[in-house]
Structure formats: structure tokens, C-alpha cells
């Protein structure tokens, strides 16, 4: 099993930055960590999980249009850790953010929610103007 951890949400103004975690655990992530792809997802209330950033086991990198030049994610391997760091932030990034992972190996970078099998469960970012 695989447990995922998200921190770093808050609540900023319009043009703030934050950084957001997600640690992860389990008997075999040690081992898995480098080769399954990874990404970061958005999700408002009656709105569907939209994908934002995602990271490919291939090292491929991808984000949604709306976050293009504003936000960087990357991972450390050692540590077991990624990262979202957010920057110039809008009201409209407002959302409960989830880390995930794909339950297969390998995978260039995916916004398909149905490649991520192990989900976070999501930290709180809140943007006013």
C-alpha cells in the first residue's frame, strides 16, 4: 500500500506564493518511487478533479494551461517527496489540492484521473483578491 501526505495549503492574497508537499509511504514506495508517475490535481466543490501538474516516470513534465509559467512541480526521490511550488497566485487557483500516484509503472506524464490509483487527501488552498 501506498499512503500519501499533502501539506503546504493555506490561505494568501492574489500574487502570493505557496509550496505544497506530499509525502509518501508504504511497505513498497521506497522501492517504487522513481518509477511511477505523479501529479498534482485540483478539485472545487461540485466540480470534477481537474489535473494541474504531473510529473511522468519518464521525467516528462505537465501542466494545465491556467498554471503554465506560474507553477513548478519536481520531485526528490531520496526524500520521497513532491512538490508543488505555486507562484502569482489567483483567486481562481482557489481549490483543495491532491497528490496522486499511477498504480502501474512507467507513463509519460498524465492528467487522466484513472491512471492514479493512490490519492492524498488533500490540502486546502485558498486565494483572495
Known amino acids: 500500500q501506498v499512503q500519501l501526505m499533502e501539506s503546504g495549503g493555506g490561505s494568501v492574497q492574489s500574487g502570493g506564493s505557496l509550496n505544497l508537499s506530499c509525502v509518501a509511504s508504504g511497505s513498497v514506495v521506497t522501492y517504487y518511487f522513481d518509477t511511477h508517475r505523479m501529479g498534482w490535481f485540483r478539485q472545487n466543490p461540485g466540480l470534477e478533479r481537474e489535473g494541474i501538474a504531473a510529473i511522468g516516470s519518464d521525467g516528462s513534465i505537465s501542466y494545465a494551461d491556467s498554471v503554465k509559467g506560474r507553477f513548478t512541480i519536481s520531485k526528490d526521490n531520496a526524500k520521497l517527496t513532491l512538490y508543488l511550488e505555486m507562484n502569482s497566485l489567483k483567486p481562481e487557483d482557489t481549490g483543495m489540492y491532491f497528490c496522486?500516484?499511477?498504480?502501474?509503472?512507467?507513463?509519460?506524464?498524465?492528467?487522466?484521473?484513472?491512471?492514479?490509483?493512490?490519492w492524498g487527501r488533500g490540502t486546502q488552498v485558498t486565494v483572495s483578491s
Open positions: 496522486a500516484r499511477a498504480s502501474l509503472a512507467g507513463g509519460v506524464s498524465s492528467f487522466a484521473t484513472s491512471d492514479y490509483s493512490y
